[in-house]
Nanobody, 127 residues
Framework: QVQLVESGGGLVQPGGSLRLSCAAS????????MGWFRQAPGKGRECVAA????????YTSDSVKGRFTISRDNARNTVYLQMNTLKPEDTAVYYC????????????????????WGQGTQVTVSS
């Protein structure tokens, strides 16, 4: 069993930055592909970034490309989402998710592929 705990959300003005963290329990964090998803009110959950277990393969959605960066520190069992130049449309609950894979280069952008989810952290971008 893996537990994921997000932190770092909050209220920020447009153009500002936040860094989300997701701490994972367990000793095999490097065998988990990780993703960051978000869900705005009245909308479906979308993948904004994903990273393979080894950390060398990453994905960022077109809506955040050039502004958000996903990274991980396997020694600390933590995955990060650095969010810069935030816009009001980035307002959402952000979730981290994990899925075990024997392939260190694997990641997924599909919600249903992930087995473990954090509780979510609210990000609000507003002046």
């Amino acid at each position: 069993q893996v537990q994921l705990v997000e932190s770092g959300g909050g209220l920020v003005q447009p153009g500002g930055s936040l860094r989300l963290s997701c701490a994972a329990s367990g000793r095999t964090f490097s065998s988990f592909a990780m993703g960051w998803f978000r869900q705005a009110p009245g909308k479906g959950r979308e993948c904004v970034a994903a990273i393979s277990g080894r950390g060398r393969d990453t994905y960022t959605s077109d809506s955040v490309k050039g502004r958000f960066t996903i990274s991980r520190d396997n020694a600390r069992n933590t995955v990060y989402l650095q969010m810069n130049t935030l816009k009001p449309e980035d307002t959402a609950v952000y979730y981290c998710a994990g899925v075990h894979s024997v392939y260190g280069t694997y990641y997924s952008t599909t919600t249903s592929d992930y087995d473990y989810w954090g509780q979510g952290t609210q990000v609000t971008v507003s002046s």
